[in-house]
C-alpha cells in the first residue's frame, strides 16, 4: 500500500499518544524540569559575577536583563525543538520492534516526526510559556521590555518553526545510525556535548573568537538555539536576521535531502536485535 504522505491526520494521533504519555508520568518530567531549572539559576549567577567583575553594563551586545533572558529562552527551546526521535528509533531497535514498525502502511519518517512533536507540544506548554512570562517579568523590572517587539517576535516564530524542523531531520540521520550500530549511547554523549557547545545552548556564540563565530553561524547547530534566541531578544538587526532565516532554510532542505538518501541506503541493513 502507498505510503500516505499527505495524509496528516493520520499522525495526529502519534501525537496525542506522546502527550497523554507525558500526563501520566508528569512527576518525572517535572523532576528533569527542575533540574533545568536549577542549571538557569547557576547559569545565571555565573553571569551576574561576569558582568559584576567586568564593571560594564553591556557585554557583546547583552546587558544583563538580556542575557538572563538568553539564557531561558535558549534552555527552553534546547528542550522544545523534538530531540526524542533518535531516542525513538534506538528503543525500537533495541527492543526488536523496528521491523514491524516498518511493514505498516504509514510513513515511519512521519510517525517518528508526530510522535516527537508531542514531546515538543508538551514541553512548550509546561516549560516555554512559563519561561516566556519569567523573562518578560524579569525585563519588565529592568526596564528593557522594548527588545520583545512584535516584528522579532513574528521571525522569531519562523525561526523557531525551522529550528523544530532541522532538528528533527537531524535527529533522524542519528537515529539511521541505530540501524547499523545498534546501540547509540556513546554517540549521544558526544552529539550532546557538541550540540551545546556549538549551537549556543551554554553560551552565546558572540563570545566565541570572531573567526569560530562567524563558522558557527553558517553551521547548522548555531540554527537550532543561537538563531530564534537571537532574534527574540532583539540581538540581530534586520539584515541579519534575514541572513539567518536563509541559512536555516537551505540546512533545511539539505537535511531533507540528506534523510531520504540515508534512508534508503540503511533500511536494507537493518539490523534488529532478537528478530
Same mark, same amino acid.
Given at each position: 500500500m502507498k505510503t500516505k504522505w499527505y495524509s496528516l491526520k493520520l499522525y495526529? $494521533?502519534?501525537?496525542? !499518544? /506522546?502527550?497523554?504519555? +507525558?500526563?501520566? +508520568?508528569r512527576s518525572n518530567f517535572?523532576? +528533569?524540569?527542575?533540574?533545568?531549572?536549577?542549571? *538557569?539559576?547557576?547559569l545565571i549567577f555565573l553571569w551576574k559575577? /561576569? %558582568? #559584576?567583575?567586568?564593571?560594564?553594563?553591556?557585554? !557583546?551586545?547583552?546587558? %544583563? $536583563? #538580556?542575557?538572563?533572558?538568553?539564557?531561558?529562552?535558549?534552555t527552553c527551546i534546547s528542550e522544545c525543538i523534538g530531540g526524542s526521535v533518535v531516542n525513538l528509533v534506538h528503543s525500537e531497535v533495541k527492543k526488536g520492534t523496528i521491523a514491524m514498525q516498518l511493514i505498516k502502511p504509514i510513513s515511519y519518517r512521519l510517525r517518528l516526526y508526530f510522535s516527537s512533536l508531542g514531546d515538543s507540544l508538551y514541553v512548550f506548554i509546561f516549560l516555554m510559556i512559563p519561561g516566556f512570562i519569567g523573562m518578560i517579568i524579569i525585563n519588565a523590572i529592568y526596564g528593557s521590555l522594548s527588545v520583545f517587539n512584535p516584528l522579532n517576535i513574528l521571525f522569531f516564530v519562523i525561526s523557531f518553526c525551522f529550528s523544530i524542523m532541522i532538528n528533527?531531520?537531524?535527529? %533522524? #540521520?542519528? @537515529?539511521?545510525? &541505530?540501524? /547499523? &550500530?545498534?546501540?547509540?549511547? @556513546?554517540?549521544?554523549? /558526544?552529539?550532546?556535548? #557538541?550540540?551545546?557547545?556549538?549551537? @549556543? =545552548?551554554?553560551? $552565546?556564540?558572540?563570545?566565541f573568537p570572531p573567526i569560530f563565530e562567524k563558522i558557527l553561524t553558517y553551521l547548522p547547530f548555531s540554527s537550532l538555539i543561537s538563531a530564534p =534566541? !537571537?532574534?527574540?531578544? @532583539? *540581538?540581530? !538587526?534586520?539584515n541579519e536576521i534575514c541572513k539567518v532565516l536563509i541559512i536555516q532554510f537551505v540546512w533545511l532542505i539539505l537535511f531533507f535531502l540528506l534523510t531520504n538518501l540515508i534512508w534508503k541506503k540503511v533500511v536494507h541493513r537493518l539490523v534488529v536485535n532478537g528478530g
Open positions: 495526529l $494521533p502519534f501525537t496525542k !499518544n /506522546i502527550f497523554q504519555q +507525558y500526563l501520566a +508520568y517535572f523532576m +528533569y524540569l527542575l533540574g533545568a531549572f536549577m542549571r *538557569v539559576f547557576c559575577a /561576569i %558582568f #559584576v567583575g567586568s564593571g560594564k553594563e553591556i557585554l !557583546n551586545g547583552f546587558s %544583563f $536583563p #538580556v542575557m538572563v533572558s538568553y539564557l531561558i529562552l535558549s528533527l531531520s537531524l535527529s %533522524f #540521520v542519528l @537515529g539511521m545510525i &541505530t540501524f /547499523i &550500530t545498534t546501540n547509540m549511547w @556513546g554517540i549521544l554523549q /558526544i552529539y550532546q556535548a #557538541v550540540f551545546r557547545l556549538l549551537s @549556543g =545552548a551554554l553560551i $552565546p556564540l558572540s563570545f =534566541a !537571537n532574534i527574540l531578544l @532583539g *540581538v540581530m !538587526n534586520l
